[in-house]
T-cell receptor, first 116, second 110 residues
């Protein structure tokens, strides 16, 4: 149980285009999902907290207009990187927490973004 | 501020030996801890958790020990295998969302 998927697993795009990454909780409902970014050999850096039906909460230094988050249902959150630039190339990981009050966060497999 | 961190950044272990990965936390109110394993190019994977009312919890080949007095927890891996090579993070769920330290990279020597 507690499976989280991400799509796509890898994406290559041209500079200036937008990319959407989906995060789905497959066997549980997730009131809250989180988006992380990870650079090579570095730890996970929290970007934003996504709450179903409300606006996302962004961490300091993360541009909300650049990284658009939508959490339209209890099983789906999306991260859209708008007007992507090469410096946005990174490994993006989502995680999800259940609605039952359980504290464990389960992570998706990550999405590798390369902006040319 | 409150933080969770790892003592050692790297650990090399001979295949078949036991591995011990340590973690310190500073939030004395924390009552639930999780160990995650992250293999290269993958998302973190839940390994084992422990609540503050326990000192020890065992899983399959893994054991987590919690010392609340010194705010320290450890992950022990028995008979370490090549597939155990990864970065291991401890997480303190007293903070939501989770805050991760750098992690410890475990390398298994065949």
């Amino acid at each position: 149980g507690a499976v989280v998927s991400q799509h796509p697993s890898r994406v290559i795009c041209k500079s200036g285009t937008s990319v959407k990454i989906e995060c789905r909780s497959l066997d549980f409902q997730a009131t809250t999902m989180f988006w992380y970014r990870q650079f090579p050999k570095k730890s996970l850096m929290l970007m934003a907290t996504s709450n179903e039906g409300s606006k996302a909460t962004y961490e300091q230094g993360v541009e909300k207009d650049k990284f658009l988050i939508n959490h339209a249902s209890l099983t789906l959150s999306t991260l859209t990187v708008t007007s992507a630039h090469p410096e946005d190339s990174s490994f993006y990981i989502c995680s999800a927490m259940g609605t039952s009050g359980q504290e464990t966060q389960y992570f998706g497999p990550g999405t590798r973004l390369l902006v040319l | 501020g409150e933080s969770v961190g790892l003592h050692l950044p790297t650990l090399s272990v001979q295949e078949g030996d036991n591995s011990i990965i340590n973690c310190a936390y500073s939030n004395s109110a924390s009552d639930y801890f999780i160990w995650y394993k992250q293999e290269s190019g993958k998302g973190p994977q839940f390994i084992i958790d422990i609540r503050s009312n326990m000192d020890k919890r065992q899983g399959q080949r893994v054991t987590v020990l919690l010392n609340k007095t010194v705010k320290h927890l450890s992950l022990q891996i028995a008979a370490t295998q090549p597939g155990d090579s990864a970065v291991y993070f401890c997480a303190d769920t007293g903070n939501t969302p989770l805050v991760f330290g750098k992690g410890t990279r475990l390398s298994v020597i065949a």
